[in-house]
């Protein structure tokens, strides 16, 4: 653990980089269970021991040091802070942590490049210099222990200042993951469908259509999936920190009778052939 002067001078490191502290103080919890009518055992646990963190457990403001010193400690800067948590020696009830800003991503949140940064520091870094933090709707983030913080790591953090990806092979990496996994649950279903109407159109035969589709392989569907995708110029977006998506219906438009009458069995794609 740092000392109180090197303390202070990573607080004021960090203060200086996009990113907010919080205050964070473990609820207390039950340590076993008692019979009924017996007193039940609580402990206050050690801030130092969580290997990860609930947004919904950090605070703008320190209960312990409003017991200390009253309500006035509400309004403290972060300097103000980590000095009186060392001379009260209240580490062990209360931190003052550093969540940056671009290293956090959610449902409705963020982006995927702020996502992969956070993955990419929790495969370098680990507890309690950094912890992992999650919340509501699939928010993800890092949490940073000024205490432990280290010049690689504040080195990388003031570097996303510049260029807001930490690594580029990360970044894609997560972003396949993303592409595969609304692929499977969604884009899929949605391609097969645009393809069975599509050839519906083509041929005027549902029961033919649908033959058509349960045919294809799944290399096969998503080759021609890319394929078109690539004629109409049609690229995955993020929609925020943990979504992607991409246009089915302009892709669809993309579909030309050749590539449709490929589908289906050779003597049925002859008899829909123009004379």
Known sequence: MLGSSQLLSSVQSLSELSGNFYFYEPRREIVRSAPLCSPIEWRQPSPN??????LGELSSYSLELCRELGSSVTKLSPEEAVTLLCERKLWQQCSL???PSYCMGGDYCGSTHHVANARYLLSRFSSPELRECGGGYGSQCIIVDPRYLSEE???LLQS???YPVLCEDELSSYELELQEETWQHTVRREWENALESALLELSDNEELAENAIESLS???L????SHCAELSN???EAESGTTVYIDVDRIAQSLSSELLLELLPLEISRSLLPL
């Open 153 to 155: 790591l504040l080195e």
């Open 97 to 99: 942590l550093w969540l």
């Open 222 to 225: 998503f080759s021609l999936f």
């Open 234 to 236: 049609t690229y995955w």
């Open 218 to 220: 799944e290399d096969a």
């Open 160 to 162: 996303l200042e510049n």
């Open 49 to 54: 021991e969580a290997e990860s963190l609930g």
